[in-house]
């Protein structure tokens, strides 16, 4: 079965200081890997998808991702946190020929410190 | 464009209780989704609708839970009777297309559900 795992239900960084929030996924077959972020009494924005086209996938608000299939890995980074990234950030997955269905990790709570 | 819209926002009920929620997801899209969210966990999809057919219910606990979309576009979910357990936040999203297709989902701002 498909799932994926965040390492870290919680991150505290300081602000200007590297954002990296670890994914895991398990299958045999690269699914496709979404990046997720909800802000409080908020509904999930998409970041960021690797569709199988570029491994480095850039997205939204300075975020990007790289696809590694030799790890199993979809890590999400930005090169410097601002306040305005604390939010819960969910990686998810999408199996090959599995429709158009989600499922989600557990989620990584990142706060930025001033 | 709008967003997926959804309503309540917040509900409260007893135990036993009936409640629904209600979704209207983007327009022109043919798919819509109804997850269900408990605290500290991520977001678990309950059914998916092509249109106004069901795509996937297999995580859905149908012998409290029920959803329809006649019309192909504004979805109901309801939960009765409701159980402690069933306190979470369900979220609904659309997609223009979906089914087969790998495909951007749109999320509403979810309604959370307390159940005393």
């Known amino acids: 079965a498909q799932s994926v795992t965040q390492l870290g239900s919680h991150v505290s960084v300081s602000e200007g200081a590297l954002v990296l929030l670890r994914c895991n996924y398990s299958s045999s077959v690269p699914p496709y890997l979404f990046w997720y972020v909800q802000y409080p009494n908020q509904g999930l924005q998409l970041l960021l998808k690797y569709t199988s086209a570029a491994t480095l996938v850039k997205g939204i608000n300075g975020f990007e991702a790289e696809f590694k299939k030799s790890e199993t890995s979809f890590h999400l980074t930005k090169p410097s946190a601002h306040m305005s990234d604390a939010a819960e950030y969910f990686c998810?997955?999408?199996?090959?020929?599995?429709?158009?269905?989600?499922?989600f990790g557990t989620g990584t709570q990142l706060k930025v410190e001033l | 464009e709008a967003g997926v819209a959804q309503s309540p926002r917040y509900k409260i009920i007893e135990k036993r209780q009936s409640v629904a929620f209600w979704c209207n997801p983007i327009s022109g899209h043919a798919t819509l989704y109804w997850y269900q969210q408990i605290l500290g966990q991520g977001p678990k999809l309950l059914i998916q609708f092509q249109n106004n057919g069901v795509v996937d219910d297999s995580q859905l606990p149908k012998d409290r839970f029920s959803a329809e979309r006649l019309k192909g576009v504004d979805s109901t979910l309801k939960i009765q009777p409701a159980k402690l357990e069933d306190s979470a936040v369900y979220l609904c999203?659309?997609?223009?297309?979906?089914?087969?297709?790998?495909?951007?989902?749109?999320f509403g701002p979810g309604t959370r559900l307390t159940v005393l």
């Open positions: 998810a997955v999408i199996l090959t020929g599995g429709g158009n269905k989600l499922t």
């Open positions: 999203a659309s997609s223009l297309v979906g089914g087969s297709s790998i495909d951007t989902q749109y």
